[in-house]
């Protein structure tokens, strides 16, 4: 019944298995991978014919995590799975990077790639198993795909190289890298580091490159088994329009291409549009060819573009190759949030706002292995009057959701520890303007609001996006690309981090002849512009301000035996909440015993931390205190004096003189001055008036004559 055939590989010191033939037959292609015991299942379907008009390569990426993966059930009213958490959502980006690439020139078809994670055995992470599958899948399918490709995760452990460390040594990791790659080049890579210098992370890329070759070679066994014919595509031949169009046109493009302000730009390429139109397209011309025309017209473009800047080493605003555009750089714009700044690269502007909470503000992130709390929240959006155009707004899409967790990364590793700086952090990233990379605007507005909001980061961070243009063995790489360039060049390849080294490394490759010299050139030349960059930023600030903002929480800690817990919580919660009622300040404990008191008022926080310390301290003998009358007896009076507690005035104890009954000298709701005198034989308390001034609250002298 089933034609099964299975290939495994050790890997890494666990077993790969890639098997295909009993699961999801009427797919085009379908894999179940397995390492460890976290199994993957990947189909691919591919439509048997594009679109009427169709423009672009229609390819999804769906990458999923069942619950029952991991032996839970979903939380919440309906107990199933709901929209994309962040990590789908990334992970669908990463596998999506390096396999659209590959497809032939010029297929249209519509392609979906679907990923399930069927088994998670919490030691190795889904996502390069997810990939590996969707290369083995996609392989198998007959789609014109010019893979395989395979990937891999790099840990640096104790100064040593560590191929696809599991999730419990990732902590102990000083890199988190994931490289992707077919057997000749390298074609994506996403990272977060310690400030790690160039060579190192060129290293890291490459061993990863060496380490997945296995991979590919078992994805290319089990094809010669079971894969589909390959379907008949032929790549659409258009030179000789192409031609024609650049006879028309083609000085009218470079011209525009020389002009610097991108609305001129745009307003000049509009122009040669119009001349292509009014000359190619007719009544009689059907909507496919029409978009023939504009395909056509885009190649012409980046033809031209490509071949001025290798040829003359100019770029599009008249840069050299390794100039970046001027910076201005701006923090406080916003006085009454918590930290402000303004970004502005060229024609890229980031407006960055920082915001200080609570643990009560602290994130929590329902995954596979376990739910946790994120204390760090940066989200970036990108609203379309930033390009000058009209859009959609609303719930962040995919690349905005990237966009911001690479930036994220960027900036991680230099924030202070929980100790040291206990606020959950927000930061927002609104992109005003773009023409050029957003997400490294974002991380040096990120960097700079940040300290505005005086948040002790270990050093400043910055980013900068490399272009690559390259045509046979001439090749320019470019620093600080601009969006045309991005759009019309072969790489793009975004590099952050400090003075000392990178904090985050992306890459994505549209060919396949990258070669190692060109990464490394590429990381030195951004390493120029980072520091750069780091320099125009010190201009407006270039560490944490000593004081937080006048309307920023203050946060005080304060550590408690772990047995005084449900003493300062109170029976559900409710000593805890009449201290947050009665004096405005939040209150955060955790199972230690630490307790973080926030306010922007410090009254508050005295008034809370105080309350505490009546609950968990004892009173000492000989201590004077503030305290109020509960109730009168004939004997005396009980003063409520240290937090709950309570303790006997006796009569003879209320004044110096006789006194005949008690409310003679108190009535209950009095506040008075008392001396704790100490315990009697049952450990009841005895307090004292008379050795106290009632008006200053200090103890009377004796007169010992």
Not at 4 to 30: C, F, N, Y
Not at 167 to 173: A, F, K, N, R
Not at 352 to 364: C, K, N, R, S
Not at 682 to 703: A, C, H, T
Request: a negative charge.
């Amino acid at each position: 019944m089933f034609d099964q055939h299975m290939i495994e590989i050790e890997w890494g010191g666990r077993p790969l298995t890639l098997e295909t033939g009993k699961v999801a037959r009427q797919a085009d292609g379908s894999v179940m991978a397995t390492y460890g015991e976290t199994v993957v299942h990947a189909s691919v379907v591919a439509a048997k014919s594009p679109k009427a008009g169709q423009s672009f390569f229609p390819l999804t990426v769906n990458y999923q995590e069942k619950t029952y993966a991991a032996g839970k059930i979903p939380g919440g009213f309906f107990k199933r799975e709901g929209r994309p958490s962040e990590k789908e959502t990334l992970t669908s980006r990463l596998i999506d990077r390096p396999i659209r690439p590959l497809f032939a020139d010029g297929f249209m078809c519509d392609t979906q790639v679907i990923l399930t994670v069927m088994q998670h055995d919490l030691e190795n992470d889904p996502d390069i198993v997810a990939m590996v599958a969707a290369s083995a899948a996609l392989t198998l399918s007959g789609a014109p795909f010019q893979g395989p490709i395979g990937g891999a995760r790099i840990g640096l452990i104790d100064g040593e190289y560590v191929l696809n460390p599991n999730i419990d040594e990732m902590p102990e990791s000083g890199l988190d890298l994931i490289v992707a790659g077919t057997k000749d080049a390298v074609l994506m890579v996403e990272s977060e580091a310690e400030q790690l210098d160039e060579k190192i992370m060129l290293e890291a890329v490459m061993f990863g490159h060496r380490e997945f070759q296995p991979v590919i070679d078992a994805i290319v066994e089990l094809a010669g088994k079971a894969a589909k014919p390959a379907r008949a595509h032929e790549a659409p031949d258009h030179s000789e329009l192409e031609k024609k169009m650049d006879k028309l046109v083609g000085k009218d493009i470079a011209k525009a291409y020389t002009i610097s302000d991108k609305q001129e730009r745009y307003d000049a390429l509009d122009a040669a549009k119009a001349k292509v139109k009014e000359e190619f397209v007719t009544e009689e011309t059907s909507s496919d060819d029409g978009q023939i025309i504009s395909d056509v017209f885009k190649h012409l473009q980046a033809n031209v573009v490509r071949g001025s800047i290798l040829k003359t080493g100019k770029r599009i605003d008249g840069r050299d190759t390794k100039t970046v555009r001027d910076i201005v750089s701006e923090v406080g714009i916003l006085p009454r949030t918590h930290g402000s700044a303004l970004f502005t690269r060229g024609e890229t502007q980031a407006f960055v706002v920082a915001t200080l909470g609570t643990g009560e503000d602290e994130q929590f992130i329902d995954s596979l292995t376990g739910t946790y709390k994120e204390n760090f929240l940066l989200h970036y959006n990108f609203p379309p009057f930033s390009v000058g155009e009209t859009g959609r707004t609303g719930s962040p899409g995919r690349r905005e959701i990237g966009h911001g967790k690479l930036a994220w990364r960027a900036i991680r590793p230099m924030l202070p520890g929980r100790e040291e700086f206990p606020y959950t952090i927000r930061v927002v990233s609104e992109i005003t303007e773009s023409n050029g990379s957003s997400s490294m605007a974002t991380v040096c507005g990120t960097s700079l609001s940040l300290m505005d909001a005086g948040v002790p980061l270990k050093a400043p961070v910055a980013g900068i996006a490399m272009g690559l243009i390259k045509e046979g063995d001439e090749f320019a790489v470019l620093s600080d690309i601009l969006g045309d360039e991005d759009h019309l060049g072969d790489m793009d390849f975004k590099v952050a981090g400090t003075a000392e080294g990178i904090t985050s490394l992306q890459m994505d490759i549209k060919i396949t002849g990258i070669t190692e010299e060109i990464m490394s050139i590429a990381l030195d030349q951004a390493k120029d512009g980072r520091v750069h960059i780091l320099g125009e930023m010190s201009k407006a600030i270039n560490e944490g301000r000593a004081e937080l903002g006048e309307f920023a929480p203050r946060i005080e800690q304060m550590k408690i035996a772990t047995d005084k817990i449900r003493d300062v919580i109170g029976a559900g919660g409710k000593v805890i909440r009449e201290i947050v009622e009665k004096t405005g300040a939040k209150i955060n404990i955790d199972d230690e015993g630490v307790i973080k008191i926030a306010s922007s008022s410090a009254k508050e926080i005295d008034a809370a931390k105080a309350w505490i310390h009546s609950i968990v301290d004892e009173p000492e003998v000989g201590v004077i205190y503030e305290g109020k009358v509960v109730k009168t007896v004939d004997f005396g009076a009980f003063v409520n004096f240290f937090g709950a507690k309570d303790g006997l005035v006796h009569i003879s104890q209320l004044a110096n003189e006789r006194v005949g009954k008690t409310t003679d000298v108190v009535n209950e709701g009095d506040t008075v001055w008392v001396k704790l005198m100490g315990f009697d034989d049952r450990g009841k308390v005895r307090l004292s008036m008379k050795v106290v001034d009632q008006e200053s609250g200090k103890e009377i002298p004796r007169d010992d004559s």
